[in-house]
């Protein structure tokens, strides 16, 4: 790790319960523990949140409970949409994925509606409803979050913290550096004790 080191978080630490649980029993609890140990991990990693990012993320915690000083150790910082370049390899890439995953859902519906019978239909909307959704997002970036996380990633050149395998893949095509999710707790409570000296 650099002397003093970035990652920028994705919701997907504080919601994915296989990450979040090393964290907290539940989202709120997972939020209030990363801040606990961000600060105590300070000034060796400095951790940011785009604005989007906060606002995905108070669906799914109690506001009222999330620490008061946590945008003190979890900086919001939107990035320059504006300013950054994005490499055309990266488009067209992105654009060759949403085709061919459109391709593929489109598949997924048809085999749906050739197999429908009268008396499976929920069934067999229920079957579309996952294996489109399977077809077309999974591996795919997907949001504007998702897209605020690599931007800032670019402006501050920082590592991606995410559990999100598609957010992962993407940052990966654009050169970032990584912070897997499942390493994240154990890199916290390293520097938190101080063995990152």
């Not at 964290?23 to 300070?42: H, I, P, S």
Request: aromatic share 6%; charged share 30%; with cysteine.
């Amino acid at each position: 790790m650099r002397q003093t080191d970035a990652i920028v978080l994705d919701t997907s630490i504080f919601t994915n319960p296989d990450v979040a649980s090393v964290f907290g029993a539940d989202t709120t609890a997972a939020v209030t523990r990363f801040v606990e140990l961000a600060r105590a991990a300070a000034p060796r990693l400095t951790c940011y949140m785009p604005p989007s990012v906060r606002a995905e993320l108070t669906h799914f915690t109690d506001v009222e409970r999330l620490p008061p000083d946590m945008e003190l150790e979890i900086h919001l910082q939107a990035p320059r949409r504006h300013d950054l370049q994005v490499p055309g390899l990266f488009l067209y890439e992105l654009i060759e994925d949403i085709r061919t995953r459109i391709d593929r859902g489109l598949r997924v519906a048809e085999r749906a509606v050739r197999e429908v019978e009268p008396s499976s239909v929920d069934r067999t909307v229920r079957w579309l409803r996952g294996h489109y959704r399977e077809a077309l997002r999974t591996g795919l970036l997907d949001s504007t979050e998702d897209l605020d996380v690599i931007l800032l990633a670019v402006e501050l050149d920082a590592a991606v913290a995410s559990a999100d395998h598609g957010l992962m893949q993407w940052a990966e095509k654009g050169g970032l550096r990584l912070m897997p999710a499942e390493r994240l707790h154990g890199l916290l409570v390293h520097l938190a004790e101080g063995k990152g000296d």
